[in-house]
């Protein structure tokens, strides 16, 4: 379950008005790495993990759904969101990211990128401490069904 706090890193309503597809490389303390994709349309957030042991969380109109990647099982998460709303805040701040954000009992640092996103996100609280790497960042346009919990579709980008 710690996997859905940090999946819920990118709260969708306050998101800025961009469409991004980037990989993602989850580090935690323990050395463990987990890989995948995220997605943002306008207020809609898809944050997928390539493990199909694993999960994709879907976020659109501040409601969370975790499709499970092998059984497609759509269940809706209206816990551990604290995460995500210090994230959205942070977000939202692009192009004018800081480069730490106080949360609660969180520290979230920020690292740029070229462009000016975000490159690197460090987490440290008492109950996590992960960093995720972001990584070959697309800013195309996403076709809307990628953000369908049920009728779910598999990006493969």
Not at 2 to 22: D, G, R, S, V
Not at 107 to 127: G, L, M, P, T, W
């Amino acid at each position: 379950m710690k996997k859905i706090i940090l999946i819920i890193l990118f709260p969708l309503n306050y998101l800025f008005a961009i469409e991004t597809t980037c990989n993602f490389e989850e580090v935690y303390q323990n050395g463990e790495i987990q890989q995948g994709v995220f997605l943002i349309k306008n207020q809609m957030f898809r944050y997928q993990y390539y493990d199909q042991d694993l999960f994709t969380i879907i976020s659109k109109k501040n409601n969370y759904y975790l499709v499970k990647n092998n059984t497609k099982t759509v269940q809706k998460i209206d816990k551990n969101t604290d995460t995500i709303q210090a994230l959205v805040e942070i977000i939202s701040d692009f192009p004018n990211l800081k480069d730490s954000y106080k949360y609660n009992n969180s520290i979230i640092k920020i690292e740029h990128s070229a462009n000016k996103f975000i490159k690197r996100v460090s987490i440290k609280s008492d109950k996590l401490n992960l960093s995720i790497n972001i990584l070959n960042c697309n800013f195309d346009e996403i076709e809307k069904k990628y953000f369908k919990h049920f009728d779910f579709e598999e990006y493969r980008g």
